[in-house]
């Protein structure tokens, strides 16, 4: 029996009925970043995201310039996330995902792994 990547059966469903539409990639390009750490991490306050929304780890995750705010993701190896941040080299098919200074590469996110978008009915993509 083929078994299929979570994250394109998800992209599947969301073709057959969500009107904000949706993306997917098979081998995204997934990194992670502490805004806590500061740096390259965030820009001041280090906890908040570029959406004006609070990092929430486990949740906040930066995307490319074109991908919406509110976009939600499912990253194979990491579960559903939230497009609130961006991030100054991540392009429209990259994923930066939000981590606590602990999980930081513990967590082997850093990698190619499939990746589905499924976007808001509101796609006004934001700086």
């Known amino acids: 029996m083929t078994s299929y990547p979570v994250a394109l059966v ?4 969301c073709l057959a009925g969500h009107p904000g539409g949706c993306a997917y990639e098979p081998a995204a390009r997934v ?5 806590l750490q500061g ?12 959406s004006m929304i ?4 486990g949740v906040t995750a930066a995307c490319g310039p074109n991908v919406p ?3 939600l993701l499912y990253i194979e190896s990491a579960g559903w ?5 961006r991030g100054g080299a991540i392009d429209d098919d990259e994923v930066d995902v939000a981590l606590e200074p602990d999980d930081y590469l513990q967590l082997g996110i850093n990698g190619h792994h ?3 978008w499924i976007f808001p009915l509101s796609q ?3 700086p």
Do not use: K, S
Request: glycine letters at 6%; a negative charge; proline letters at 10%.
């Open 10 to 13: 998800i992209y599947l469903l």
């Open 31 to 35: 990194t992670e970043y502490v805004p």
């Open 39 to 50: 740096g390259i991490n965030c820009q001041e306050p280090c906890n908040i995201t570029a």
């Open 54 to 57: 609070p990092v929430t780890y």
């Open 69 to 71: 705010f509110g976009t």
């Open 81 to 85: 996330r939230t497009c609130h941040d």
């Open 114 to 116: 499939p990746v589905v």
């Open 124 to 126: 006004e993509a934001t």
